[in-house]
């Protein structure tokens, strides 16, 4: 089965600098990759998406960029500021069975100090 | 506004207690899903359902049960089974099987008094 694999787990920056999420996934017939944000106490929210006939994805401040030779995945955020403190989960699309599922990384704690 | 609602948000059992949570959407979305999340473990997938009346296990299914007689409806039964149920747990619809967008509810932490 897929299996999703997302370093670092914890990452600190300064307000203004860049930060970067990696993932890497096994299953090759995976083709959707959902960017999710979660605030303490609160539910996951989808943030950007990216699907395999493309390689990069931008929407504001975030960017998504995708090698399926590689099998990695990267989560870009520019100028990050305080509201961007939160856990970002990276995920893989899986089909098993007849049925399509998502399988989630472990997580990555970003905090953005002032 | 559509959406997907979870209630209680907080819950405690006592050991040996089934206890259900409660998981709405008036999103018209097929899919439904439950998640477990503990600390640095991420989301696991408990048990999910593309149409009504059907359902499948997920990775961590024991000590669990689901059902789905409504669209809209898919509620989660923590049985006394369960050895470790004290977790924050999610649900999640997306429109189904074709297209992944997930809307996650804002979950349920379980707590085992």
């Known amino acids: 089965g897929e299996n999703v694999e997302q370093h670092p787990s914890t990452l600190s920056v300064q307000e203004g600098d860049s930060a970067v999420i990696k993932c890497t996934y096994s299953?090759?017939?995976?083709?959707?990759f959902p960017w999710y944000k979660q605030e303490l106490g609160k539910g996951p929210q989808l943030i950007i998406d990216?699907?395999?006939?493309?390689g990069e994805k931008k929407d504001q401040r975030i960017a998504v960029t995708l090698n399926k030779t590689a099998k990695h995945f990267s989560l870009h955020i520019t100028e990050t500021q305080p509201e961007d403190s939160a856990v970002y989960f990276c995920?893989?699309?899986?089909?098993?069975?007849?049925?399509?599922?998502?399988?989630f990384g472990k997580g990555m704690k970003l905090t953005v100090n002032p | 506004d559509g959406g997907i609602t979870q209630s209680p948000k907080y819950l405690f059992r006592k050991e040996g207690q089934n206890v259900t949570l409660s998981c709405e959407q008036n999103?018209?979305?097929?899919?439904m899903y439950w998640y477990r999340q503990d600390p640095g473990q991420g989301l696991r997938l408990i048990y999910y359902?593309?149409?009504?009346?059907?359902?499948q296990k997920g990775d961590i299914a024991e000590g669990y049960s689901v059902s789905r007689e409504k669209k809209e409806s898919f509620p989660l039964t923590v049985t006394s089974a369960q050895k470790n149920p004290t977790a924050f747990y999610l649900c999640?619809?997306?429109?189904?099987?074709?297209?992944?967008?997930?809307?996650f509810g804002s979950g349920t932490r379980l707590t085992v008094v």
């Open positions: 990216i699907r395999s006939n493309v």
């Open positions: 999640a619809s997306s429109i189904g099987p074709g297209y992944y967008g997930y809307t």
């Open positions: 359902s593309q149409i009504v009346n059907d359902f």
């Open positions: 299953d090759s017939a995976s083709n959707y």
């Open positions: 995920a893989a699309s899986l089909t098993q069975g007849g049925s399509e599922k998502l399988v």
């Open positions: 999103l018209n979305h097929d899919a």
